[in-house]
């Protein structure tokens, strides 16, 4: 019954719904998500008007798994649901807790109740690891391999950690996890969401923003660059802080628009891309000494990628560059996969009911 059974993930992060359907082998068979609403002009949301949202998306991301569950049965009426498994807090340490996970914690529940079928719990940490780590198998031309213990960079709008991870999944249901690097106050994501506003973009804008990084160096090259305006961070024993960064760069963002709508200067849209490239230079930098303080450290070097800002095109393809000079290995799999999502609770949940 094994190639039968399904396990359906939720996770309800701060800013997006998602539901997923796996089979037990890790492949992919529904992945539903809906981003949370933020009015124009914010940086974020409430926790209780995210926890409003996802209990307002669920019944939709549900439908749009339910249907595929529903064709896979016309064809096979031994199709069902084998478990059902949850993201319940945002890290695995204590006291890691976001009110906005209730959400999809006490729905996971109640369909577990009703199926009469086990409900496993993990967090959306482990969802980030495990949906890159599943993703790799099925990545085409992939010839990396994921070690039992590896490096991971969880990169997203509130989290922006170094981690030391040993693949406990198969004993202890767990990844072990030390955090060895990283932000000591804001994250990457948040730094370019909140750049992303003060220049007029909608909430979240690291996905556009990108966009016009990569424009911006293929006009530029190599040859032509910008004149800085921003100083590097400062990285010490794989930590830092990024509010320096986000205080220059936002003063630059304001000074743009401000002259937008003073003198209605043309020359708006060639001063965003400056910063914006800039800026995710300066990001791609830090990262880059982050980790090979963090190798230093460890003696790992295999790097897993996970994370919204993980997605970046532009940045990935720089550390990737970064990685083969320097001889590391550094993994993105699918970076579909890379932003909140719940394929990888999922596939922590089929590996679970496996155990």
């Given amino acids: 019954m094994q190639d039968k059974a399904y396990v359906l993930g939720i996770d309800t992060s701060n800013y997006k719904t998602s539901a997923a359907l796996i089979s037990m082998d890790g492949s992919i068979h ?23 949202q996802h209990v307002e998306n669920l019944p939709g991301v549900l439908e749009n798994v339910y249907a595929e569950l529903k064709r896979r049965r016309a064809a096979d009426p031994a199709a069902h649901i084998a478990g059902v498994c949850v993201s319940t807090r945002p890290r695995p340490v204590p006291g890691s807790y976001m009110p906005c996970f209730n959400a999809g914690h006490t729905v996971a529940q109640s369909i577990a109740g009703a199926l009469n079928v ?98 911006e160096a293929a006009v ?35 000074k743009i ?14 001063d965003n891309s400056a910063i914006i490239l800039e800026l995710f230079d300066r990001i791609v ?4 000494k982050m980790t090979v303080q963090g190798i230093g450290k460890t003696g790992l ?28 290995c550094f993994i993105f799999g699918d970076q579909k996969l890379s932003s909140d999502n719940a394929v990888g609770v999922a596939r922590i949940g089929a590996r679970l009911l496996q155990r």
């Fill in 220 to 254: 530029r090259g190599r040859s032509s660059r910008y004149e800085p305006c921003l100083t590097g961070v400062r990285v010490s024993d794989a930590f830092f802080n990024l509010s320096g960064l986000e205080t220059q760069a936002q003063l630059v963002a304001e």
């Fill in 118 to 215: 086990p409900c496993f719990e993990t967090s959306h940490q482990e969802g980030h690891i495990a949906a890159i780590a599943g993703s790799m198998a099925s990545t085409a031309g992939s010839t990396k391999e994921l070690p039992q213990e590896f490096l991971s960079l969880h990169l997203s709008g509130g989290t922006c950690e170094l981690l030391s991870v040993s693949d406990r999944l198969r004993e202890k249901g767990a990844y072990d996890i030390e955090i060895v690097g990283g932000s000591k106050d804001i994250s990457f994501g948040q730094v370019i969401d909140r750049v992303g506003v003060t220049l007029g973009m909608e909430f979240p804008a690291g996905e556009y923003m990108d966009e016009i990084a990569v424009k």
């Fill in 301 to 328: 070097k295999t790097v897993l990628f996970a994370g919204g800002v993980s997605s970046s095109r532009y940045i990935s393809r720089r550390l990737t560059d970064f990685a083969d000079d320097r001889g590391y």
């Fill in 257 to 270: 628009t401000q002259r937008l709508i003073d003198t209605e200067d043309v020359s708006k849209q060639a």
């Fill in 30 to 52: 529904a992945d539903s998500r809906k981003l949370l609403n933020v009015k124009k002009g914010e940086r974020g949301l409430r926790q209780s008007e995210a926890l409003f």
């Fill in 285 to 288: 930098t830090c990262i880059e």
